[in-house]
């Protein structure tokens, strides 16, 4: 079945650090995919989403590419802030029977100021 | 604007109590889902519906049923809790039109079941 895999963390950077989180999928078609962020004691938000093969997405300074032949959708920004410390999922989501999401295990990211 | 909420935010049962998660949305969305959130397993899929009277097993269904008699609520029940059941339990729903694959959550329900 469908799945997503990313990077243990918890990730702690510096303020202005460069951040990268790695996130690989296996899927059959063609699925679209996200970064979700959750902020504490709160639900999830949706960062930024790509739906097909080499499309960029971007939100508040970080972005992921859809690559297709790398299965992959690796998070960037280029200088973190000590309020993007939260947890961020990579999820996919298939739209067969209704649009299932599924989530990878999440990352929490620290930033120190 | 209050978009997806969910009553309660806190409970705690004891092991063999029964209790009702309740999800509500004000944005006419057609799908609803209910998802828990456990340390280093990410989000694993309930329960969800695709419309009004009908629902669909998720990941991980066993022990808890669900309902959806109107389109804005989804009902997460817990016939018989079990401490395996201690979790955070997210609501969300989507819509196939418009913003599509976007799902809105709510805040959560923390769940202790001793």
């Known amino acids: 079945g469908d799945s997503v895999t990313q990077m243990e963390g918890p990730v702690t950077l510096s303020e202005e650090a460069f951040l990268t989180i790695n996130c690989t999928y296996t899927?059959?078609?063609?699925?679209?995919l996200f970064w979700y962020v959750q902020y504490p004691g709160e639900g999830l938000q949706l960062l930024l989403k790509a739906t097909k093969a080499d499309d960029k997405g971007s939100n508040k300074g970080f972005e992921a590419t859809y690559r297709k032949e790398t299965t992959s959708f690796h998070l960037e920004k280029g200088s973190v802030q000590v309020s993007d410390s939260a947890v961020y999922f990579c999820?996919?989501?298939?739209?067969?029977?209704?649009?299932?999401?599924?989530f990878g295990a999440g990352t929490r990211l620290f930033v120190k100021a | 604007n209050a978009g997806v909420t969910q009553t309660p935010k806190f409970r705690v049962l004891k092991t063999g109590q029964s209790m009702t998660l309740l999800c509500a949305q004000d944005?006419?969305?057609?799908?609803m889902y209910w998802y828990r959130q456990d340390p280093g397993m990410g989000l694993r899929l309930i329960h969800y519906?695709?419309?009004?009277?009908?629902?669909a097993k998720g990941e991980v269904p066993d022990g808890y049923n669900v309902s959806r008699l109107k389109k804005q609520n989804f009902l997460l029940g817990l016939e018989s809790a079990a401490p395996s059941q201690t979790s955070v339990y997210f609501c969300a729903s989507s819509s196939p039109s418009g913003e599509g694959e976007k799902l809105f959550f709510g805040s959560g329900t923390q769940l202790s079941v001793l």
């Open positions: 899927a059959t078609g063609y699925p679209s």
């Open positions: 944005m006419n969305h057609e799908y």
């Open positions: 519906s695709v419309g009004e009277g009908t629902t």
């Open positions: 999820a996919l989501t298939s739209n067969t029977g209704g649009f299932k999401t599924i």
